[in-house]
């Protein structure tokens, strides 16, 4: 049997995949805009926001559900039980992928044609609907594990399926230029269902290599519960994430209807509008980027708090949920500092214009949208997913109203739009915050040692910055360097990280040593 995996460790194993797929497909754009050029890009992406609904449909929600009914089933060592549990899931994932695959692909004339009123656009949307189907079997597969707490086979398979969909991609865009920019266009949507097929795999491979493992251990537990009824309750507890999934982009589409509509009413052109909403959405896409690592946590956590929860072992699970917050301040606190103070100067990098300063106003955004995914996994494995939905719909509800009422403000505009998103969060952070404090006591132990080295860092940072004055990227470089160092030795010296955590790490260090054939060596004289 695989081992289970710590919070610390499933988070860098996770941030480690998320952020290798990030940079492999940020690097596969460059040489796919140079093949199929813009108008290339624009046929693949009238098709991926199809694909993307469709998949939303098939599957938001139901790892999340898988993860935390098998870390129960774990906790109590129901063998019986997690098998059940995954096959039901994968019946569900099956009829549901399968579902969303064949209706894409049929639908994919009319969507075409009526929707994004490009038919050339059909061929790369049928290339496309085969992977949700893979993708959901993926899912059910990924949550398997995650519910064991083994985060390994979900992070390599990520890796696995965007290295497979890059290649195919390109190798696909290359034989098919000739035959026209949309096959080309077909060719590179096609790399998303390779590389599900890839994925997909790798990870029925390991579930064999660890059901023979599991088929040696005696099962004294009987599981009464019927498929039907598992599928039941996976789609009562996926259901509010899955209507959260579906309200975010909902909420930028909204946002996208309101910015442009509010900055002309106070005097800017449709032109300026228009630009001033395409600022906004370059600095949401920065803002997002950090979440990997959060979002990572909130893995963690789910199957961790549920595992806890359900043997009643109320010190350990306010151990993990500590654990896991106390690595969602450290980190969220000095990436807000930096996004704050080299906020024009990550812009300019990024989209080479310089003089934009929303991603200052947007920094606390990422404190309060990194708590809202962690606080969320803490809500759902303690069993509460309608928790997080009704906080975030309540922080929406006011997101909206900063926006209408700060964009009209004299000197604000669109600095009013951000104010609006760092308020809406940070309301549904603090809701999230105070139900989790309500149902489990935890003490949010790390929070101050945080928000005091938070405070020291960002007067380091400044000082720096006008001590220095270097070349902006230079300076990025040097002050994020030795401010890190700064912020953690801060952390050292006023107890948030303690002796506990180092020796956790050299124990973790100590048990890959041994297990690769580095330690226990003995002299032989």
């Known amino acids: 049997?695989?081992?289970?995996?710590?919070?610390?460790?499933?988070?860098?194993?996770?941030?480690?995949?998320?952020?290798?797929?990030?940079?492999?497909?940020?690097?596969?754009?460059?040489?796919?805009?140079?093949?199929?050029?813009?108008?290339?890009?624009?046929?693949?992406?009238?098709?991926?926001?199809?694909?993307?609904?469709?998949?939303?449909?098939?599957?938001?929600?139901?790892?999340?559900?898988?993860?935390?009914?098998?870390?129960?089933?774990?906790?109590?060592?129901?063998?019986?039980?997690?098998?059940?549990?995954?096959?039901?899931?994968?019946?569900?994932?099956?009829?549901?992928?399968?579902?969303?695959?064949?209706?894409?692909?049929?639908?994919?004339?009319?969507?075409?044609?009526?929707?994004?009123?490009?038919?050339?656009?059909?061929?790369?949307?049928?290339?496309?609907?085969?992977?949700?189907?893979?993708?959901?079997?993926?899912?059910?597969?990924?949550?398997?594990?995650?519910?064991?707490?083994?985060?390994?086979?979900?992070?390599?398979?990520?890796?696995?399926?965007?290295?497979?969909?890059?290649?195919?991609?390109?190798?696909?865009?290359?034989?098919?230029?000739?035959?026209?920019?949309?096959?080309?266009?077909?060719?590179?949507?096609?790399?998303a269902t390779a590389g599900g097929g890839a994925g997909l795999v790798f990870l029925m491979m390991r579930h064999f290599r660890q059901r023979k493992k599991r088929s040696d251990i005696k099962q004294r537990i009987e599981n009464t519960e019927s498929l039907v009824e598992i599928m039941k309750r996976l789609i009562r507890f996926a259901l509010p994430i899955s209507v959260a999934v579906i309200l975010m982009p909902l909420l930028q589409t909204i946002d996208s209807l309101i910015v442009p509509a509010k900055l002309q009413s106070i005097g800017y052109t449709v032109g300026q509008a228009t630009s001033m909403l395409g600022i906004l959405g370059n600095c949401w896409a920065v803002m997002y980027l950090p979440m990997v690592v959060t979002s990572a946590i909130a893995s963690n956590l789910v199957p961790a708090v549920a595992s806890s929860n359900i043997k009643k072992a109320s010190m350990e699970r306010a151990f993990k949920i500590e654990a896991g917050l106390r690595l969602a301040f450290f980190y969220l606190v000095p990436v807000s500092v930096f996004l704050y103070i080299f906020g024009q100067t990550v812009y300019r990098i990024i989209y080479n214009t310089p003089g934009i300063e929303i991603l200052s106003w947007l920094a606390p955004a990422v404190v309060f949208l990194g708590l809202e995914q962690v606080t969320a996994g803490i809500l759902q494995g303690l069993g509460k997913p309608k928790i997080p939905l009704i906080n975030f719909l309540a922080g929406a509800i006011l997101k909206i109203f900063v926006t209408l009422s700060m964009i009209s403000l004299p000197g604000l505009n669109l600095a009013g739009a951000a104010m609006g998103t760092v308020c809406g969060a940070g309301f549904t952070a603090m809701l999230n915050l105070t139900i989790v404090r309500k149902l489990t006591h935890v003490k949010f132990a790390g929070l101050p040692a945080a928000i005091f080295s938070g405070l020291l860092l960002f007067c380091f940072s400044l000082l720096a910055q006008r001590w220095l004055r270097h070349q902006y990227i230079l300076e990025l470089l040097e002050i994020g360097f030795g401010g890190t160092l700064f912020y953690i030795a801060i952390l050292w010296l006023t107890g948030g990280i303690n002796s506990r955590d180092l020796e956790m790490v050299k124990k973790y260090f100590a048990k890959r040593s041994t297990k690769h054939g580095y330690g226990n060596i003995t002299p032989s004289g």
Do not use: H
């Open 1 to 191: 049997m695989e081992t289970k995996d710590s919070i610390l460790k499933g988070t860098a194993l996770l941030t480690g995949a998320g952020i290798i797929v990030k940079l492999l497909g940020a690097a596969y754009r460059i040489p796919l805009s140079r093949l199929i050029g813009t108008e290339g890009i624009g046929l693949y992406q009238m098709a991926y926001p199809i694909y993307l609904i469709f998949l939303s449909l098939s599957t938001a929600g139901i790892p999340i559900a898988i993860s935390k009914i098998i870390a129960e089933q774990s906790a109590k060592g129901n063998q019986n039980g997690i098998g059940k549990t995954f096959k039901a899931a994968l019946i569900l994932l099956t009829i549901m992928g399968l579902g969303g695959t064949i209706f894409m692909f049929w639908a994919a004339p009319w969507f075409a044609g009526k929707v994004v009123v490009d038919s050339r656009a059909v061929y790369a949307m049928q290339a496309l609907a085969p992977a949700i189907f893979l993708m959901s079997l993926m899912a059910a597969y990924r949550g398997f594990f995650q519910g064991q707490q083994i985060m390994t086979p979900s992070a390599i398979s990520q890796i696995i399926e965007q290295f497979v969909r890059v290649a195919v991609a390109l190798i696909l865009v290359c034989l098919l230029l000739k035959s026209g920019i949309e096959y080309a266009a077909a060719g590179a949507a096609f790399g």
